[in-house]
C-alpha cells in the first residue's frame, strides 16, 4: 500500500456515531454494513467508478411514494423559482439562482432514484 494514500477507514460504527438522525428520517441501523476498512487503490477506484457509471446510467423505475417525492420536490423549487424571480432583479446573479435551484432539485431526485432499491417482489415466477 502506498504510504501517501491512507485507507478508508469508516466502517458502520463510526458512521453510526457521526450521522444524526434528522427528524426520524435517517435510521443509522438501516446503513448497509460495509468493511471497516478499505484499500485505497487503482483498481479499487476504477471500480467504484465502473459501478457508479452503471448505476448512473441505467433507468431507475419509481416505486412506492417516489413519484410524490419528485413532484412535491419539483413544486418546492418551482415556488422558490418564482420567488426568487419576483424578488430578485434581472441578473447574472439571478440566472445562477436559478440554475443552480434547478440542479439542487435535479441532483435530490436523482439520490432518490439512485440509492433507493425497490422493494423485493413477492410475485413467483
Same mark, same amino acid.
Given at each position: 500500500?502506498?504510504?501517501r494514500t491512507?485507507?478508508?477507514?469508516h466502517g458502520?460504527?463510526?458512521l453510526?456515531?457521526e450521522? %444524526?438522525?434528522? /427528524?426520524? %428520517? !435517517?435510521?443509522p441501523s438501516? !446503513?448497509v454494513d460495509?468493511p471497516?476498512?478499505? #484499500?485505497v487503490? #487503482?483498481?479499487?477506484?476504477?471500480?467504484?467508478l465502473i459501478?457508479?457509471?452503471n448505476?448512473?446510467?441505467?433507468? $431507475?423505475?419509481?416505486?412506492?411514494d417516489?413519484? $410524490?417525492?419528485y #413532484?412535491?420536490?419539483?413544486?418546492?423549487?418551482?415556488q !422558490?423559482?418564482?420567488?426568487?424571480?419576483?424578488n430578485t432583479?434581472p441578473?447574472?446573479e439571478?440566472?445562477?439562482a436559478?440554475?443552480y435551484l /434547478?440542479?439542487a432539485?435535479?441532483?435530490?431526485?436523482?439520490?432518490?432514484?439512485?440509492?433507493e432499491p425497490?422493494? !423485493?417482489?413477492?410475485?413467483s415466477p
Amino acid at each position: 500500500m502506498d504510504n501517501r494514500t491512507p485507507p478508508i477507514t469508516h466502517g458502520i460504527d463510526t458512521l453510526k456515531k457521526e450521522v %444524526k438522525p434528522l /427528524e426520524g %428520517k !435517517l435510521n443509522p441501523s438501516k !446503513l448497509v454494513d460495509r468493511p471497516a476498512t478499505i #484499500e485505497v487503490t #487503482e483498481d479499487n477506484a476504477r471500480r467504484y467508478l465502473i459501478d457508479r457509471v452503471n448505476g448512473d446510467f441505467t433507468y $431507475h423505475a419509481p416505486h412506492g411514494d417516489q413519484v $410524490h417525492r419528485y #413532484e412535491r420536490m419539483r413544486s418546492w423549487g418551482k415556488q !422558490l423559482a418564482i420567488d426568487i424571480i419576483r424578488n430578485t432583479p434581472p441578473s447574472r446573479e439571478q440566472d445562477f439562482a436559478l440554475k443552480y435551484l /434547478e440542479e439542487a432539485i435535479f441532483w435530490a431526485n436523482a439520490a432518490v432514484a439512485r440509492n433507493e432499491p425497490p422493494p !423485493l417482489s413477492t410475485k413467483s415466477p
